[in-house]
């Protein structure tokens, strides 16, 4: 089983609707992530959570919020989505007990996202 | 604001030839840079790290090299296979930013058989 997952993998929505993205994971990392990927321009942060009571926004919150649930679960919504938030989103988890100069992050399969 | 770039955007080998991908990034400050490779319909798989300190790193046919003072890493994939045909992105984490990765837009690779 993969170790950090995404649902849904795909989802097609319309202009105004609010959508939910959802990540898991069973590394047992405290801290997680998310980022959107347009083509041509890399990956860029949203929001990013280094423990269930610390939330920070990331290069482009704006229009997105999230919440912790748990240490395992990380979700990111769109309150009103419009049509360029139609992305790829990946959630990725780390872990604080490597070190700075060690830190890697590990991804999810991603979720495409369509607004319509 | 940290800016990294990836060049070419593309690139189409014929199999058995080596592959140099190149990546730069504006502020030198940096604590690692990473590659990574990206298949359609999967995540990230990170493939190297690189410390600050540190001018090269090596896995199997994996190569990258770090050059802080000119802002500049290199990986090289030898004896490149259809297999390697993915995309590959770099990631710089700079001091101060800690779990904050910078990326490239990355270079889409093609191997040819």
């Known amino acids: 089983d993969a170790d950090v997952t995404q649902t849904p993998r795909n989802r097609i929505t319309k202009t105004g609707k609010r959508i939910m993205l959802e990540c898991s994971q069973t590394?047992?990392?405290?801290?997680m992530y998310w980022y959107r990927q347009d083509p041509g321009l890399g990956l860029q942060l949203i929001y990013y959570?280094?423990?269930?009571?610390?939330?920070n926004k990331g290069e482009i919150s704006d229009g997105y919020s999230v919440s912790r649930q748990a240490q395992a679960k990380f979700s990111l919504s769109l309150e009103s989505a419009i049509p360029n938030q139609t992305a790829l989103y990946f959630c990725?988890?780390?872990?604080?007990?490597?070190?700075?100069?060690?830190?890697?992050?590990?991804f999810g399969p991603g979720t495409r996202l369509t607004v319509l | 604001k940290q800016e990294v770039t990836q060049i070419p955007a593309a690139l189409s080998v014929p199999e058995g030839e080596n592959l140099v991908l190149n990546c730069s990034f504006t502020d030198s400050a940096i604590y690692n840079l990473q590659w990574f490779r990206q298949d359609p319909g999967k995540g990230l798989t990170s493939l190297l790290l690189?410390?600050?300190?540190?001018r090269e790193q090596t896995s199997g046919r994996l190569n990258a090299s770090l050059d802080k003072s000119s802002g500049r890493s290199t990986l090289y994939i030898a004896a490149s296979q259809p297999g390697d045909s993915a995309t590959y992105l770099c990631a710089v984490s700079l001091w101060g930013s800690w779990g904050k990765l910078q990326f490239g837009a990355g270079t889409q690779v093609v191997v040819t058989p």
């Open positions: 690189i410390q600050s300190s540190q």
């Open positions: 990725a988890t780390s872990d604080s007990r490597e070190t700075k100069l060690t830190d890697t992050q590990y």
């Open positions: 959570s280094f423990d269930v009571k610390d939330i």
């Open positions: 590394k047992g990392h405290d801290r």
